[in-house]
C-alpha cells in the first residue's frame, strides 16, 4: 500500500513510520511523510500548515491511505492562551489542509485514519464511555471536537474517515512518561494531589498497530477508542509503579 503520514516526526509517527517501512514478514509499505520544511529525501513532500499552504496534490496520487498524526505538541510547553491557541489551530489548519487535497483526487483514497484524543470524553469519573458518547467542553475536549470536524473534506466525498482517540501515550521515548521518568530516577518523584485522579493510557506499541487494523477492519468508520482492554488507573497507582520500577532497577 501507498500510505501518506503527517506528523511523521513525532512520537507516534516515527515509530508508525519505521514500522511501515519494516520489510519484517515481507508486508513493507511505500510511505510518503508530509514535513513543514523543504524536501530533502524522496519519500518526503513539502507543506507549510501554518502558512495555509497545502501538499501538491499531484505528488498525493495513487495514496490508498492517509494517517494524519500533526499538530503541536501537547506536553512541550505550558499551556499558556497563546499556546492553548497554537495547539487547536495547527490541528485545525492541518487537517483541513490535507482532507482538501485528498478530497481532489481521482482516484481517493480508501480511508483516512486522523488523529484524535481520549480528552474528547471529558472527565468522566466512575463512567464508563464509548464511541457514542458526547464531547464534554473542557479545553481538551474541544481540541478533540474540532479536530476532527476538520476533516469534514474527506467524509464528505465518501472517504472512509476513522478518528484515532488515543489515551496518553506511554514510551520510555518521551511524551508523558518522558517528562516524569526524570524525577523518580532522581529520586523525587512523587503523588500529584489526592492521586485518585483517573487516566486513560496506552503504551506506543498498542497504539501504532491501531491504524492498520483500522484500515483494514473496513467496518471500522467515524471513530475508535485507543485504550488498553483496562485503561483506565488512578494516577497515583500508576505513579507509584513509577517509583517501584526505579527502585527495583
Known amino acids: 500500500m501507498k500510505i501518506l503520514v503527517t506528523g511523521s516526526s513525532g512520537l507516534i509517527g516515527s515509530a508508525l513510520v519505521r514500522v ?25 513532500i513539502s507543506w ?10 499531484e505528488r498525493l496520487q495513487g495514496v490508498d491511505a492517509a494517517i494524519n498524526l500533526a499538530g503541536a505538541g501537547l ?25 482538501e487535497a485528498l478530497a481532489s483526487l481521482n ?30 467542553d473542557d479545553f481538551a475536549a474541544i481540541v478533540a471536537r474540532e479536530w476532527e470536524e476538520a476533516a469534514v473534506a474527506a467524509s464528505d466525498v465518501g ?3 476513522v478518528f484515532l482517540r488515543t489515551g496518553i501515550v506511554l514510551s520510555t521515548k518521551g511524551g508523558a512518561l518522558g517528562k516524569v521518568l ?12 489526592s492521586g485518585r485522579q483517573y487516566i486513560s493510557w496506552i ?31 488512578f494516577r497515583g497507582r500508576l505513579l ?5 520500577a526505579r527502585i527495583s532497577s
Open 20 to 44: 511501515l517501512n519494516s520489510e519484517d514478514e515481507g508486508h513493507a509499505h511505500e510511505v510518503l511523510r508530509l514535513v513543514r520544511r523543504e524536501a530533502s529525501a524522496p519519500d518526503e
Open 107 to 136: 482516484p481517493k483514497p480508501s480511508v483516512v485514519l486522523s488523529g484524535s484524543a481520549i480528552g474528547f470524553y471529558g472527565d468522566t469519573g466512575d463512567r464508563f464511555v464509548d464511541e457514542d458518547a458526547p464531547a464534554a
Open 159 to 161: 472517504i472512509r474517515t
Open 240 to 244: 507509584s509503579a513509577f517509583a517501584t
Open 48 to 57: 507549510d500548515p501554518a502558512a495555509g499552504r497545502g501538499p501538491d496534490a
Open 182 to 193: 526524570p524525577l523518580f530516577k532522581a529520586g523525587v518523584g512523587g503523588r500529584l494531589g
Open 75 to 99: 506536553g512541550d510547553h505550558r499551556w499558556s492562551d497563546g499556546y492553548k491557541k497554537e495547539i487547536l489551530d495547527s490541528r485545525i489548519s492541518s487537517t483541513r489542509l490535507l482532507t
Open 203 to 233: 503504551d506506543q506499541i498498542q497504539v501504532i498497530v491501531a491504524p492498520p487494523a483500522c484500515w483494514i477492519n473496513r467496518s471500522c468508520s467515524s471513530s475508535a477508542s485507543a485504550g488498553v482492554l483496562q485503561p483506565r488507573i
